[in-house]
């Protein structure tokens, strides 16, 4: 069973970068396969999803936040990383990592039926002084 | 981006009474291999989301068969026969047919 675990710093100052890592379990990432995401929740609202990397370090990210998202991989570690930079208030919400799946449409130049089927617990970051 | 709309956003259900949830597209979510990608999560309180369905009707490992989906092009509709008190929850549509994938904006269920 594939398990998922969010750590990082739950409060952040403004403008700082907002770092958080999951680390894998019951599966490893370098075997290949799936896209490792990050999804976040803002409080009492819906899901956004932020980017993915795959096992190779090839990374996909939401328009919405690309100038500010960075995701690596440490397949060493079983590890994925999110570094969401110049944060303010409304990058306030509970962040998950999720492994899931999709297809790289080659002609088109992006991901497409992109799921997921194993979450973290999720963390909860706050931005504030 | 593609829009997901859900209707209601607030349902309330008797035990035992059918329940039925609606997730709308802006755009079609057909993809050019022929599949449609359209899935369900359900959030439990205080849980992370669960995926229910993938490709529109397809139920997860240990999904009880009371959920089914179904629709296709832009409408969608999750069904459960007979609820129970632990479907009490936030359930969301999602695309993954179009770039960047999104979620609708939740449907609370909740018993009556």
């Known amino acids: 069973q594939v398990q998922l675990q969010e750590s990082g710093p739950g409060l952040v100052k403004p403008s700082q970068t907002l770092s958080l890592t999951c680390t894998v379990s019951g599966g490893s990432i370098s075997s290949g396969g799936y896209y490792w995401s990050w999804i976040r929740q803002h409080p009492g609202k819906g899901l956004e999803w932020i980017g993915c990397i795959y096992h190779t370090g090839s990374t996909n990210y939401n328009p919405s936040l690309k100038s500010r998202v960075i995701i690596s991989v440490d397949t060493s570690k079983n590890q994925f990383s999110l570094k969401l930079s110049s944060v303010t208030a409304a990058d306030t919400a509970v962040y998950y990592c999720a492994r899931g799946g999709g297809y790289y449409d080659l002609l088109a130049g992006y991901l497409y039926g992109l799921y997921f089927d194993y979450w973290g617990q999720g963390t909860l970051v706050t931005v504030s002084s | 981006d593609v829009l997901m709309t859900q209707s209601p956003l607030s349902l309330p259900v008797t035990l035992g009474q059918p329940a039925s949830i609606s997730c709308r597209s802006s755009q079609s979510l057909v993809y050019s291999d022929g599949n449609t990608y359209l899935n369900w999560f359900q959030q439990r309180p205080g849980q992370s989301p669960r995926r229910l369905m993938y490709?529109?009707?397809n139920r997860d490992s240990g999904v009880p068969d009371r959920f089914s989906g179904s629709g296709s092009g832009t409408d969608f509709t999750l069904k459960i026969s007979r609820v129970e008190a632990e479907d009490v929850g936030i359930y969301y549509c999602?695309?993954?047919?179009?770039?960047?994938?999104?979620f609708g904006q939740g449907t609370k269920l909740e018993i009556k």
């Open positions: 999602m695309q993954g047919a179009h770039w960047p994938p999104s």
């Open positions: 490709k529109v009707s």
